[in-house]
C-alpha cells in the first residue's frame, strides 16, 4: 500500500524583508529625483540679474531618509492590518465607539461653531480664521452638489465665485444697493453662468467635461483682467459697502448698532457680525443640499452619478438634470463670493485663480463626495492646516501633498465615504407572479 499523498494548498504569504526593503530604496530613489531639484538645489536671481544658486543637500539626505522609513513602516502596517476582504483587527467595542463618535461629532461641531465668538471674542485672528474656513465650507458644499451628488467634475468653479464677488461689487458700487438686496442677485446671475456652462456641456462627461470647465473658469478670469471698463482689470474694485444689521449700519457713529443698543463701539462686532452671516449662508446651503437630495431631482442627481446610461434608460431628463445641478451649485458659489466681495472690500482677478477651485475640489474629494460632514471637515483641516504650518514656509505644500497622498491611499472615499442613496427600501417586498407573468412585466 501507498501513503496517501495530500496535495499542497496554496498559502498566502506577506512580502518578505527583502520585497519590503527593495521596495522602500525604489521610493527612496524616486525621492531623490523629484526632490533634488526641489529641495537639494535652490536657485535666484542675483542682485545685478545673474542667476546664484545654493545647496541644501543635508534637507535632501533627511527627506529622502524619511521617504525610506516611510515606505517600510507602511508596508509593516499593511501587513498587521492585513490583506483588503479580510476581518480588521479592531474590536467591537472600538468600533461602536467610533459609531457613536461619528453621529455625534455633528452637532458638537455646530455648537462648538456657534460659541466660537464668544469664547475667542478677543483673538481677532481665530475669528478671521473662521470666516475663511466657512467660506471654503459653504464653496464645498455648494460644488459637492455638481460633483459630489451629480457626479458632474468641475474643474472651473472659481469662476461663479467671481461672478457673485464682482456682482455684488458692481451693483453695489455703481447702483448703491444693498447687501441684502445685492445677494440674491449675485447668486441669480451665478445661476445663470451655471446654465451658461451647462449647455455646451451636456454631451461630455469625464476628463472632457473636466477640461471644458476649465477652460471656463480661466475664460471668466481673463475677462475681468481685460474688460478694464466695467470690472477695472487688473487693479480690482475697491470701496466695496460694508453688509449691515437690516440697515443699521456697524459703525461707531450716533446712528449705528453700538450706539442704539447703548454699548460701547468695538471694531469686533463687525467681525462677529460676518461670522454669524457667513455660518448662516453655510447652514443655508447645507439644509437646501439636504432637501434637495429628498426631492425627486435629487434622486436624479444620484442616478446620473452612478450611471448616465441607466439614468436615461429609466426616463430621467439628463439635460435639466445637469443644468439644475450646475446651476445649484453657481448660485451657492455666488452667495459665498458676495460674501468675499463685502469682507474684504476689495476684490481683484488674483483672488480668483485656479488654484482656488483646485481647493475646493480637494476639499470636495479628501471629504468624502456627498457627505456634507466631511466636506466641512475637509475644510477645516485644509484651511486650519495651511495656518497651521504657516511657518514652514518652504515645506508647507510638500507636507500637505503627501498628507492627500496618504488619505487618498488609506481612505480612498475621503474622510467620509457617503456614496448611499437618499431613499431605498428598507425591506425586500414580494411581487405578485400575475404583475411579472408574461405581457404583464
Same mark, same amino acid.
Not at 527612496?28 to 545673474?50: K, N
Not at 471674542?121 to 459630489?148: A, C, H, K, P, S
Not at 439644475?324 to 472690500?345: D, E, I, P
Not at 504657516?390 to 497622498?405: E, N, P, T
Given at each position: 500500500?501507498?501513503?496517501?499523498?495530500?496535495?499542497?494548498?496554496?498559502?498566502?504569504?506577506?512580502?518578505?524583508?527583502? =520585497?519590503? !526593503?527593495?521596495?522602500?530604496?525604489?521610493?527612496?530613489?524616486?525621492?531623490?529625483?523629484?526632490?533634488?531639484?526641489? &529641495?537639494? &538645489?535652490?536657485?535666484?536671481?542675483?542682485?545685478?540679474?545673474?542667476?546664484?544658486?545654493?545647496?541644501?543637500?543635508?534637507?535632501? /539626505?533627511?527627506?529622502?531618509?524619511?521617504?525610506?522609513?516611510?515606505?517600510?513602516?507602511? @508596508?509593516?502596517?499593511?501587513?498587521?492590518?492585513?490583506?483588503?476582504?479580510? &476581518?480588521?483587527?479592531?474590536?467591537?467595542?472600538?468600533?461602536?465607539?467610533?459609531?457613536?463618535?461619528?453621529? $455625534?461629532?455633528?452637532?458638537?461641531?455646530?455648537? =462648538?461653531? !456657534?460659541?466660537?465668538?464668544?469664547?475667542?471674542?478677543?483673538?481677532?485672528?481665530?475669528?478671521?480664521?473662521?470666516?475663511?474656513?466657512?467660506?471654503?465650507?459653504?464653496? $464645498?458644499?455648494?460644488?459637492?452638489?455638481?460633483?459630489?451628488? /451629480?457626479?458632474?467634475?468641475?474643474?472651473?468653479?472659481v469662476a461663479f465665485y467671481a461672478v457673485g464677488a464682482y456682482s455684488y461689487a458692481l451693483l453695489a458700487t455703481n447702483f448703491g444697493l444693498s447687501f441684502w438686496v445685492c445677494l440674491p442677485l449675485a447668486g441669480i446671475l451665478a445661476a445663470l453662468w451655471g446654465v451658461m456652462l451647462g449647455f455646451p456641456v451636456l454631451r461630455?462627461?469625464?476628463?472632457?467635461? /473636466?477640461?471644458?470647465?476649465?477652460?471656463?473658469? @480661466?475664460?471668466?478670469?481673463?475677462?475681468?483682467?481685460?474688460?478694464?471698463?466695467?470690472?477695472?482689470?487688473?487693479?480690482?474694485?475697491?470701496?466695496?459697502?460694508?453688509?449691515? !444689521?437690516?440697515?443699521?449700519?456697524?459703525?461707531?457713529?450716533?446712528?449705528?448698532?453700538?450706539?442704539?443698543?447703548? &454699548?460701547?463701539?468695538?471694531?469686533?462686532?463687525?467681525?462677529?457680525?460676518?461670522?454669524?452671516?457667513?455660518? /448662516?449662508?453655510?447652514?443655508?446651503?447645507?439644509?437646501?443640499?439636504?432637501?434637495?437630495?429628498?426631492?425627486?431631482?435629487?434622486?436624479?442627481?444620484?442616478?446620473?452619478? *452612478?450611471? *448616465? #446610461?441607466?439614468?436615461?434608460?429609466?426616463?430621467?431628463?439628463?439635460?435639466?438634470?445637469?443644468?439644475?445641478?450646475?446651476?445649484?451649485?453657481?448660485?451657492? $458659489?455666488?452667495?459665498?463670493?458676495?460674501?468675499?466681495?463685502?469682507?474684504?472690500?476689495?476684490?481683484?482677478? @488674483?483672488?480668483?485663480?485656479?488654484?482656488?477651485?483646485?481647493?475646493?475640489?480637494?476639499? #470636495?474629494?479628501? $471629504?468624502?463626495?456627498?457627505?456634507?460632514?466631511? #466636506?466641512?471637515?475637509?475644510?477645516?483641516?485644509?484651511?486650519?492646516?495651511? @495656518?497651521? !504650518?504657516?511657518?514652514?514656509?518652504?515645506?508647507?505644500?510638500?507636507?500637505?501633498?503627501?498628507?492627500?497622498?496618504?488619505?487618498?491611499?488609506?481612505?480612498?472615499?475621503?474622510?467620509?465615504? +457617503?456614496?448611499?442613496?437618499?431613499?431605498?427600501?428598507? +425591506?425586500?417586498?414580494?411581487i405578485s407572479s400575475d404583475l411579472v407573468k408574461e405581457g404583464h412585466g
Amino acid at each position: 500500500m501507498t501513503a496517501p499523498t495530500s496535495e499542497a494548498t496554496p498559502v498566502s504569504r506577506a512580502p518578505g524583508i527583502a =520585497f519590503i !526593503f527593495r521596495k522602500a530604496l525604489i521610493s527612496a530613489l524616486v525621492a531623490l529625483v523629484l526632490f533634488s531639484l526641489m &529641495i537639494g &538645489i535652490r536657485t535666484e536671481a542675483g542682485p545685478s540679474g545673474q542667476l546664484i544658486y545654493w545647496t541644501r543637500f543635508g534637507d535632501l /539626505a533627511a527627506m529622502v531618509a524619511a521617504v525610506f522609513g516611510g515606505s517600510i513602516a507602511v @508596508e509593516l502596517l499593511r501587513q498587521w492590518w492585513g490583506p483588503v476582504g479580510t &476581518i480588521r483587527i479592531v474590536p467591537p467595542a472600538v468600533q461602536s465607539a467610533l459609531a457613536v463618535a461619528r453621529r $455625534g461629532i455633528a452637532p458638537v461641531l455646530l455648537i =462648538f461653531t !456657534f460659541l466660537v465668538p464668544v469664547i475667542f471674542y478677543d483673538q481677532r485672528y481665530i475669528l478671521d480664521l473662521g470666516i475663511l474656513v466657512l467660506t471654503y465650507v459653504m464653496l $464645498g458644499w455648494g460644488l459637492n452638489v455638481v460633483v459630489g451628488l /451629480a457626479g458632474l467634475l468641475d474643474l472651473g468653479y472659481v469662476a461663479f465665485y467671481a461672478v457673485g464677488a464682482y456682482s455684488y461689487a458692481l451693483l453695489a458700487t455703481n447702483f448703491g444697493l444693498s447687501f441684502w438686496v445685492c445677494l440674491p442677485l449675485a447668486g441669480i446671475l451665478a445661476a445663470l453662468w451655471g446654465v451658461m456652462l451647462g449647455f455646451p456641456v451636456l454631451r461630455l462627461r469625464g476628463d472632457y467635461l /473636466a477640461i471644458v470647465t476649465l477652460a471656463f473658469g @480661466e475664460i471668466i478670469r481673463l475677462v475681468i483682467i481685460n474688460w478694464q471698463s466695467l470690472t477695472g482689470g487688473p487693479n480690482g474694485v475697491s470701496g466695496i459697502p460694508r453688509p449691515t !444689521f437690516f440697515g443699521i449700519p456697524l459703525t461707531p457713529g450716533d446712528d449705528g448698532l453700538a450706539a442704539k443698543l447703548g &454699548i460701547e463701539f468695538s471694531p469686533t462686532h463687525r467681525i462677529v457680525f460676518l461670522f454669524y452671516l457667513i455660518l /448662516a449662508l453655510a447652514l443655508l446651503t447645507n439644509w437646501v443640499t439636504i432637501r434637495l437630495r429628498r426631492l425627486p431631482i435629487g434622486r436624479a442627481w444620484e442616478a446620473l452619478r *452612478e450611471d *448616465e #446610461v441607466a439614468c436615461r434608460a429609466l426616463g430621467i431628463n439628463t439635460t435639466t438634470t445637469k443644468l439644475t445641478a450646475f446651476a445649484t451649485g453657481a448660485m451657492f $458659489g455666488g452667495f459665498a463670493g458676495a460674501f468675499f466681495a463685502t469682507r474684504q472690500g476689495f476684490i481683484s482677478p @488674483e483672488s480668483f485663480t485656479f488654484q482656488e477651485s483646485a481647493l475646493v475640489l480637494a476639499i #470636495v474629494v479628501l $471629504g468624502g463626495m456627498g457627505s456634507q460632514l466631511g #466636506v466641512a471637515l475637509a475644510a477645516l483641516t485644509m484651511i486650519g492646516g495651511f @495656518e497651521l !504650518f504657516r511657518g514652514f514656509d518652504q515645506y508647507r505644500m510638500l507636507v500637505f501633498g503627501v498628507a492627500m497622498v496618504l488619505l487618498m491611499i488609506w481612505r480612498p472615499r475621503g474622510l467620509i465615504g +457617503h456614496r448611499a442613496p437618499t431613499v431605498f427600501l428598507q +425591506h425586500s417586498q414580494a411581487i405578485s407572479s400575475d404583475l411579472v407573468k408574461e405581457g404583464h412585466g
